[in-house]
């Protein structure tokens, strides 16, 4: 079944969406993105997700022609007619323009934004998931800046194949120096002694929208949390390992690099942020 896609300005079939082949989001990855989800029509977090597009464009030297009302309504209009309870995906690119990668031959960027309707293996938050850690390493942070959402995305892409071909759920990456940093799609947390911990942004990751309100979460409940250099034998020793990210919430960890973490279940921390994070989103008001 066709769902609805807004493209540059119009509410189209996605059966009928079509951009320029000349586009350099295409071309040249060229352009940024934010994923969300939307509870009962209205989408969580909509603000903070808009203010981390904005920032990216800004260090991209993007210009976003539309407003953040304009981006706002459009969004709501998208869940309106696709449904209440969403995965919404927003890119905007450079637009099309002349092959080569001067910014400048592209005088209008394209924007277009899709969503489908949530589908979790609801597996994984009962029974927990299965992560490894790839050898495929974190671009480096000077190189390819990992706090910009970019559609550049082939670093992500070859640690995922590593994951499908362990046939585990999500794989960790590290950095240059070993140190962990983020999963493919994803911002990982372990917890030890009830303290909270997850890699610090100078490790090289991005700072996710879910991750945020995790960290708030977790300190409302009464944990220490610590954003922190974080090993990988760190993780396997942890009492409760866990990923977030904004499609699928809190995915607790049970199994890492092949090896039980703590009991083998989700943890009960994990499982009451997870819970407490629901309870936000569920009551979220537009």
Known sequence: MANWVYLNGEFISSEDAKISVFDHGFLYGDGIFETMRSYNGIIFMLSEHLDRLYRSAEELELNIPWSREELTKALSRLISLNGDNQY????????????????????????VAFSKEINIDER?????????????????????????????????ILAKQEVTGSGADEGFM????????????????????????????????LQGIARMKVMEIAREIGHRVE???????????????????????????????????????????TLELLKRYRVYAYNVRG
């Open 88 to 111: 919404i995906r927003m890119s905007i690119t450079r637009g099309p323009g002349p092959v080569g990668i001067d910014p400048r031959l592209c005088p209008k960027p394209t924007i």
């Open 124 to 156: 994984l938050y009962r029974k927990g998931a299965a992560a490894v850690f790839v050898k495929t390493p974190r671009n480096l942070a000077l190189a390819a800046r990992p706090d910009i959402k970019s559609l550049n995305f082939l670093n992500n």
């Open 174 to 205: 590290l950095n240059y120096k070993g140190q962990v940093t983020e999963g493919t799609v994803s911002n990982i947390f372990m917890i030890r002694d009830k303290c909270v911990f997850t890699p610090s942004p100078a490790c090289g990751l």
């Open 227 to 269: 954003e922190t250099i974080i090993t990988p034998e760190d993780f396997i020793n942890a009492d409760e390992v866990f990923y977030t990210n904004s499609g699928s919430e809190i995915i607790p960890v049970v199994i890492l690099d092949g090896r039980r973490v703590g009991d083998g279940n989700p943890g009960k921390i």
